[in-house]
């Protein structure tokens, strides 16, 4: 049984940071993408970094690129994601997803949380203007 748990999320305001925190547990991770996504109330769920367990590759789409930060500490079997430069459009509730990354690199669908098979319950991030 996989179990990821988020943590970090709170009220800040913008322009501060935060650093988001997912602890997996479960089973052995070496052949995994961990990816981060957020959904604001009432919206899809989207994809906002993602990292190879085994190598660091990471992966952020160009609107996070230069906020967003995905790191990892294989011997904790911790996921950070790091937000700089808060805005209050990245309010939303934040997750942490695991997935197989053979499956995910061959069929490209990093960014496609149905892709993803294990999920945290989130932690909320709310940006105050």
């Known amino acids: 049984q996989v179990q990821l748990v988020e943590s970090g999320g709170g009220l800040v305001q913008a322009g501060g940071s935060l650093r988001l925190s997912c602890a997996a547990s479960g089973r052995t991770f070496s052949d995994s993408i961990m990816g981060w996504f957020r959904q604001a109330p009432g919206k899809e769920r989207h994809f906002v970094a993602s990292?190879?367990?085994?190598?660091?590759?990471?992966y952020v789409p160009p609107f996070a690129k230069g906020r967003f930060t995905i790191s990892r500490d294989n011997a904790q079997n911790m996921v950070y994601l790091q937000i700089n430069s808060l805005k209050p459009e990245d309010t939303g509730l934040y997750y942490c997803a695991s997935g197989r990354a053979s499956e995910l690199l061959r069929s490209s669908r990093l960014g496609d949380p149905t892709a993803y098979d294990y999920w945290g319950q989130g932690t909320q991030v709310t940006v105050s203007s």
């Open positions: 990292i190879t367990w085994s190598g660091g590759n990471t």
